[in-house]
């Protein structure tokens, strides 16, 4: 690739997604947008930016990022994000507001395997939030993703990374090659197409956001950004997931780190640690 093609690829990634791609990384460009090429009866991902460019196609635009994005992710994705989530924030959340509607943002959901594992594992023990209302929203930028996540069907090889045996048998059922979720905790979860870059309000405000493993891929500007809108749409007690290799230290005080707990954070603190512990 030319640099004057990897330079408006990469600028307009970044401007419409955040996404930054260095020229280390030149190869992910090739492999993600050869096949597009391919599928636009195109003779090159050469000719590929040229039509996008002469035709301003905002079409192939929006697939060209659609394709860069990474969707990595799988059920019950690190493990301890979940156990967060039910020895921390639920007890946590149950306690503070008895009986009161919990609304959880899976931000960057991909898809689907983070909400759905919280569906599951909620289903399983409705008193982790002493029998309150639950809602997920699940977000992406990415269309063909969510396509992805709100068919609710995965392979062989997806079923099999995180999610326990006693999920599977419960909540799935097998179609051919695939395996379908039940409706029960499709309808758990509501999909919705969201670009982390832009305003954030319509959804509402939130008790827990999971905004996990999307950060990375921003320069710290960008990070601070959308951690601070985050923080807008949560309401005073809530609690923010991050990615193993995320953090808001340095970034954005809006939220304070949990003390023992790695990954966590609550809402307020002006960056300072937390003590919240495991109930
Ligand atoms: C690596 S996946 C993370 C999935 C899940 N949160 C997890 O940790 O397993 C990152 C997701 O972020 C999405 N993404 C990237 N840029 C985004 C943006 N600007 N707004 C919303 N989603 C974005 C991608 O489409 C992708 O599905």
């Not at 394709?67 to 149950?94: G, I, Q, W, Y």
């Not at 809602?135 to 999610?163: H, M, N, P, T």
């Amino acid at each position: 690739m030319n640099p004057a093609d990897f330079d408006f690829v990469t600028s307009e990634l970044k401007r419409r997604s955040g996404i930054v791609i260095g020229k280390d990384k030149l190869y992910l460009l090739d492999s993600r947008l050869s096949p597009l090429a391919r599928k636009e009866g195109l003779a090159s991902i050469e000719e590929l930016i040229s039509v996008v460019r002469t035709r301003r196609d905002e079409r192939l635009m929006a697939q060209i990022v659609d394709a860069m994005t990474t969707n990595e992710t799988f059920f019950f994705r690190d493990k301890t994000p979940f156990d967060h989530l039910e020895k921390v924030v639920f007890p946590e959340l149950s306690k503070a507001r008895p009986g009161q509607r919990i609304r959880i943002l899976c931000a960057a959901c991909s898809t689907g395997q983070e909400p759905y594992s919280i569906a599951m594992m909620l289903d399983q023990n409705p008193k982790l939030v002493g029998g309150a209302q639950v809602e997920i929203v699940a977000a992406d930028i990415s269309d063909r993703v969510l396509e992805k996540a709100k068919a609710g069907l995965y392979s062989q090889f997806e079923v099999q990374r995180g999610l326990p045996i006693r999920y599977l048998m419960s909540y799935f059922t097998q179609q051919g090659d695939l395996w379908k979720l039940s409706d029960s905790i499709k309808s758990k979860v509501s999909f919705r197409k969201m670009n982390l870059l832009e305003p954030m309000n319509a959804l509402g405000s939130f008790d827990v956001v999971l905004c996990r493993n999307v950060l990375i891929y921003f320069d710290l500007q960008t990070k601070r950004d959308i951690l601070n809108r985050l923080s807008k749409q949560m309401n005073d007690k809530s609690y923010l997931l991050l990615g193993a290799a995320e953090t808001v230290v340095g970034v954005c005080d809006a939220f304070a780190a949990s003390k023992d707990n790695r990954g966590l954070y609550e809402k307020g603190g002006d960056g300072r640690r937390s003590g919240i512990r495991a109930a």
